[in-house]
């Protein structure tokens, strides 16, 4: 046993909470399973942690245990609320709530540095949370690392490597500015109810500064036009760059007959940087 609360199951039926699709609800019930995730975050105990999506509370009680500082969970289901307060009850002053979408609300206002993010997402706004959290304009973010449950396939598209199926835009916003590593598995089963697909955990660590300098909005347009049409040759895909794109990609020693999927992070850079001066 990991606290004195009762069993995750138990909390489940007091406080009838039967899993909604429409939230993405997809629970962890073995704790020591939520507390072998915090525990991929590293040494927590000096962190604050933002957990969007808490649900019953099974990580946050995992988050908890593993000595978090101070724990600030964002959940849109009221129906949680009980549970949760049970769980802020058992651990005074290191667990702070807030209803509501984590795609409206500001956690910063209620968490002091260093700050991890540590979640099992909802599928539903989990890639449009990742790409806030690794787009801001300024650099290094709030937060220090990013350790989050994805179905695998998008799991495989963060770490993905040039070249592969996977390589694509949600790879290079990720790579640009953090170190990525899949740091964990997790079949169907382990989740009640079981999803339709496997998972996976992502540990992103942010770095000091990025791998190569480029305007970020640059960057993340040409990296969007690229991957939009990934089977055309690069020229063709980045007609809307003007005229001279051919020269602009030799300029950044890309070949206008590439295609996306074949461009290095540092070339994609380098092309941001071509754009950028013209
Ligand atoms: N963390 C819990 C666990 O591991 O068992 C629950 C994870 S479940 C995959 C996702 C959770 O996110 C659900 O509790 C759901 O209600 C919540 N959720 C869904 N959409 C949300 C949103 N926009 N903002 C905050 N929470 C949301």
Redesign the pocket.
């Known amino acids: 046993m990991i606290d004195a609360l009762p069993p995750?199951r138990d909390v489940i039926a007091a406080h009838d909470l039967k899993?909604?699709k429409s939230?993405?609800?997809?629970?962890?019930?073995d704790l020591n399973l939520?507390s072998k995730?915090a525990r991929q975050a590293g040494d927590l105990s000096g962190c604050d942690v933002l957990?969007?999506?808490?649900?019953?509370?099974?990580?946050?009680r995992g988050l908890l245990a593993s000595g978090a500082r101070r724990v600030l969970a964002?959940?849109?289901?009221s129906r949680?609320l009980p549970a949760l307060e049970q769980i802020a009850a058992a651990y005074p002053g290191r667990l702070h709530i807030l209803q509501?979408?984590?795609?409206?609300?500001d956690p910063l206002d209620h968490l002091t540095p260093p700050i991890r993010i540590i979640?099992?997402?909802?599928?539903?706004?989990g890639t449009e949370?990742l790409i806030r959290w690794l787009t801001p304009h300024d650099w290094p973010p709030f937060w220090q690392s990013l350790t989050l449950?994805f179905q695998r396939e998008v799991a495989e598209r963060i770490v993905a490597t040039p070249g592969s199926k996977a390589y694509g835009r949600l790879t290079l916003l990720a790579q640009w500015r953090c170190d990525a590593r899949i740091v964990m598995s997790l079949p169907p089963g382990a989740?009640?109810p079981p999803?339709k697909v496997s998972s996976a955990v992502v540990h992103l660590t942010a770095l000091p500064a990025p791998r190569y300098p480029a305007d970020p909005d640059v960057l993340s347009r040409v990296v969007a036009a690229a991957f939009n049409q990934r089977r055309k040759m690069l020229r063709s895909a980045l007609k809307g760059y003007g005229a001279d794109i051919e020269g602009k990609l030799v300029s950044a020693g890309i070949k206008p007959t590439d295609r996306a999927e074949q461009i290095s992070l540092e070339q994609f850079c380098a092309l941001a940087r071509v754009l950028k001066q013209a």
């Not at 964002?74 to 289901?77: G, L, N, Q």
């Not at 509501?100 to 609300?105: E, K, R, V, Y």
């Open positions: 995750l899993a909604r939230l993405g609800q997809n629970f962890l019930l939520t995730i957990e969007i999506g808490p649900g019953p509370g099974g990580l946050t964002i959940e849109k289901d949680c509501g979408d984590a795609l409206d609300i979640a099992n997402l909802p599928y539903n706004v949370l449950m989740f009640t999803p």
